[in-house]
């Protein structure tokens, strides 16, 4: 049986400022819309993922702000660093570590997204392999 994720809840204060910046990051808008009073929903996916977030009213108890925990895995962490930078995000530089090269950054809620480049396992003869 698989098991895929499909969608993280993203909570936000304004949803329109947050669709435009995940957009202008590069993000896909799959959808927007106010299914009715006090009930909108907004899915975005990030270039190349099979799993999208979701912003919006209604859709989450999460206080704004406190999504925390995401992980994404990128090519390349310099090139992630320069687009991101090039689109006026206040992005956190590379950081160099054994298991990988990470770059983080928040959204305009203050959520925060960290972005892994592996290491090239290959190198290592104790890494996993699969």
């Not at 990988?100 to 950054?105: D, Q, S």
Request: aromatic residues 10%; charged residues 20%; contains cysteine.
């Amino acid at each position: 049986m698989d098991w895929k994720i499909e969608l993280v809840f993203i909570p936000v204060s304004d949803i329109d400022r947050a669709r435009d910046f995940y957009v202008n990051i590069g993000f896909v808008l799959d959808c927007d819309q106010q299914v009715e009073e006090g009930l909108r929903f907004v899915q975005l996916t990030p270039p190349g993922s099979a799993c999208s977030i979701a912003l919006g009213e209604g859709i989450t108890e999460m206080t704004p702000g406190t999504q925390n925990s995401i992980q994404v895995v990128i090519p390349n962490a310099d090139d992630a660093l320069a687009h991101l930078n090039s689109q006026g995000v206040d992005v956190h530089g590379v950081d160099e570590q054994a298991w990988g090269r990470f770059v983080r950054f928040n959204d305009p809620d203050g959520n925060t997204w960290t972005l892994q480049e592996l290491p090239d396992y290959s190198k290592d003869p104790y890494a996993p392999q699969n």
